[in-house]
């Protein structure tokens, strides 16, 4: 639990940086207590309802820029249920999906969602190729350094699979094969050394996505598996027959936010006005509920 400290506080501190605007030398966030959801009450709105003079008629949001215009680009990577999956007829759905529709909405624009592997999802918003990255995407420091963050939505909690009854727990994980989603910070945190809180590289096996790491894990290839609670336990109803196990405990607790380009402040600031709006008035809940049923 002592090492998963430091990814804790990580997390924390990134948080508190993502909520001063980002970037911005290390703060010190003692005990790793890393504040839940931020109150929806805090919004920044995109658009002020209130318009100064100025040539813009009343009530009309002022239009933000995008690299279409009238579109707004989401990169993602939709094997992440429920935040973002393919649906039968294998259009994106899922919460990230949703309140990303509901944002473009609010700023007048279509959504137009890009499927591709995680890494390049968050590539593309660092290198305008999408305006937001939204894939249940951790804020961290490392990736502050590269993109900037909305405020948080949900709180992500890393955990770790096994199959019944084996001999894997959370504190021996060091001793096994650990297979990770490529480019995830469970991928990241697991592969650091023993010294700064991981297990080593050799221990840990990142594959194209959550589900093939699980394949891997019922094959027998990896001991145990390091991925986010709601796709761990959506996974582990997917393969019942597998006998697979959620061992108790977290792993890591993060928060996961919006990606948009590093100094793209209008849209940032446009982003992060609707997501608060839709906090606010409850459609941002409703949205969560349809998806996530309370257990
Ligand atoms: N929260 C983890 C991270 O940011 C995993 C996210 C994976 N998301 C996905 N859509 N595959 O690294």
New binding site residues.
């Given amino acids: 639990m002592k090492k998963m400290l430091a990814f804790a506080m990580a997390a924390a501190m990134a948080l508190s940086l993502a909520a001063c605007g980002g970037g911005g030398a290390a703060s010190s966030n003692k005990g790793g207590t890393s504040a839940s959801n931020p109150p929806a009450a805090s919004s920044t709105p995109a658009a002020s309802s209130t318009p100064a003079a100025s040539s813009t008629p009343a009530g009309t949001p002022d239009a933000v820029t995008t690299l279409e215009p009238g579109i707004l680009h989401m990169s ?5 249920p429920p ?2 999956m393919l649906d039968d007829s294998g259009n994106p759905t899922g919460i ?1 999906v949703e309140v990303a529709e509901a944002i473009a909405k609010k700023l007048g624009l279509e959504l137009k969602v890009d499927n591709m592997g ?1 890494d390049a ?2 590539l593309a918003v660092q290198n305008g190729q999408s305006d937001i990255a939204m ?6 420091e490392e ?1 502050l350094a590269v993109m900037d963050f909305t405020d948080s939505y949900a709180t ?1 909690v ?1 955990v770790v699979i096994v199959k019944e009854g084996s001999e894997v727990t959370m504190d021996n994980l060091g001793d096994f094969t650990i297979g990770t ?1 490529l ?6 945190y697991a592969s650091y050394t023993p010294e700064n809180g991981g297990y080593g590289e050799d221990h840990v096996i990142g594959y194209e ?2 589900a093939v790491a699980v394949q891997a894990l019922i094959s027998g290839q990896v001991d145990a598996v390091i ?2 609670n709601l ?1 761990a336990q959506s996974y582990v109803e997917a393969n019942a027959a597998a006998g697979l196990t959620i061992l108790e405990g977290t792993w890591v607790e ?1 928060n ?1 936010a919006i990606g948009v380009k590093k100094g793209n402040e209008e849209l940032l600031n446009a982003v992060n006005g609707a997501l608060n709006e839709l906090k606010a008035d409850g459609t941002f809940q409703s949205i969560v509920d349809k998806y996530i049923t309370a257990s």
């Fill in positions: 993602t990577n939709a094997e992440f935040y973002e990230d995680f999802a968050l894939a249940g995407i951790t804020v961290n990736r992500g890393q989603q480019g995830t910070t469970g991928y990241i996505t959550g991925i986010d796709p993060e996961y």
